[in-house]
């Protein structure tokens, strides 16, 4: 399976940025796939997670009420969208995909995931 995300950039504080990630290959093997982003000198940290149905979402404390994010399983893609965005939101978003169902609770940690993608990075400006 390999994940391919993209649309990240460089925005001013305020500003907004779409990310996709589309997974290809085996796709029938990945259940689901969330966000992560790492920033400089920084542990890879949870953002979002949509459950399989996209019926249930959670957001690291950070980014609620700014970033939501969606799927489409038909094509095998989730996204991100991010609004107000902060200059602490700099990082390198990666998608990550899991071949079995999980919580909510252990779609936060990273050592859940069986897939990573490449990263896009986000650079936010004050």
């Known amino acids: 399976v390999q994940l391919q995300a993209s649309g990240g950039g460089l925005v001013q504080a305020g500003g907004s940025l779409r990310l996709s990630c589309a997974a290809s290959g085996r796709t029938f093997s990945v259940y689901r796939m969330d966000w992560f982003r790492q920033a400089p000198g920084k542990e890879r940290e949870f953002v979002a997670a949509i459950s399989w149905s996209g019926g249930s979402t959670r957001y690291a404390d950070s980014v609620k009420g700014r970033f939501i994010m969606s799927r489409d399983n038909a094509k095998n893609m989730v996204y991100l969208e991010m609004n107000s965005l902060k200059p602490e939101d700099t990082a390198v978003y990666y998608c990550?995909?899991?071949?079995?169902?999980?919580?909510?609770?252990?779609?936060?940690?990273?050592?859940?995931?069986?897939?990573w993608g490449q990263g896009t990075p986000v650079t936010v400006s004050s």
């Open positions: 990550a995909a899991v071949r079995r169902p999980i919580t909510l609770a252990q779609a936060m940690r990273p050592d859940t995931y069986d897939y």
